[in-house]
T-cell receptor, first 113, second 111 residues
Framework: GAGVSQSPRYKVAKRGQDVALRCDPI?????LFWYQQALGQGPEFLTY????????KSGLPSDRFFAERPEGSVSTLKIQRTQQEDSAVYLC???????????FGPGTRLTVL | KNEVEQSPQNLTAQEGEFITINCSYS?????LHWLQQHPGGGIVSLFM???GKKKHGRLIATINIQEKHSSLHITASHPRDSAVYIC?????????????FGKGTKLTVNP
């Protein structure tokens, strides 16, 4: 069966550009998470959705970061006016109802020049 | 201080050796996860545990809730075990299902 997919897999942006990263969770998974992983570090939490509701966005580093999941399935993480410190791998994970295990996508590697 | 600490940061072993990776955490948790990350970024969940011990093939994970400590063991290590192993915890409070991750342990198993 299909796992979590993310697109694009790689994105190069010039400083100041806006980017949009897409996550397609496993069908039927209620929970969706976005994490940011800097080089050589563990992932760090950005935001969490349950269906279309964004229940926790405490990890978003600034108001340049915005995430949505309007129909409770596909999610988009948008970064406005990208900065060099935004360079990282952005990971998406989904989780089925009443389960704690998270299934991770392959990530999008964002490089801001 | 990170809420989740892993040791060692890097580990090199010879094929066949017994491997232990440690994880300590400072907060109350509802579950602890061990994850494997290969070069290229893909993360695979190995174990999720809240007490005791779990075994899958050559992998064994244990947790001591009182001591806030978990270990991941690999028996008869093989070069294909080379990866980054990440410990992550989930807090029971606040209603969020988010994971808090350690920095990972990079394991290299040489033939």
């Amino acid at each position: 069966g299909a796992g979590v997919s993310q697109s694009p897999r790689y994105k190069v942006a010039k400083r100041g550009q806006d980017v949009a990263l897409r996550c397609d969770p496993i069908s039927g998974h209620v929970s969706l998470f976005w994490y940011q992983q800097a080089l050589g570090q563990g992932p760090e939490f950005l935001t969490y959705f349950q269906n279309e509701a964004q229940l926790d966005k405490s990890g978003l580093p600034s108001d340049r970061f915005f995430a949505e999941r309007p129909e409770g399935s596909v999610s988009t993480l948008k970064i406005q006016r990208t900065q060099q410190e935004d360079s990282a791998v952005y990971l998406c994970a989904s989780s089925p109802p009443a389960a704690s295990e998270q299934f991770f996508g392959p990530g999008t590697r964002l490089t801001v020049l | 201080k990170n809420e989740v600490e892993q040791s060692p940061q890097n580990l090199t072993a010879q094929e066949g050796e017994f491997i232990t990776i440690n994880c300590s955490y400072s907060v109350g948790i509802s579950a602890l996860h061990w994850l494997q990350q290969h070069p290229g970024g893909g993360i695979v969940s190995l174990f999720m545990l809240s007490s005791g011990k779990k075994k899958h093939g050559r992998l064994i994970a244990t947790i001591n809730i009182q001591e806030k400590h978990s270990s991941l063991h690999i028996t008869a290590s093989h070069p294909r075990d080379s990866a980054v192993y990440i410990c992550a915890v989930r807090s029971p409070w606040g209603g969020s299902e988010k994971l808090v991750f350690g920095k990972g342990t990079k394991l290299t198993v040489n033939p």
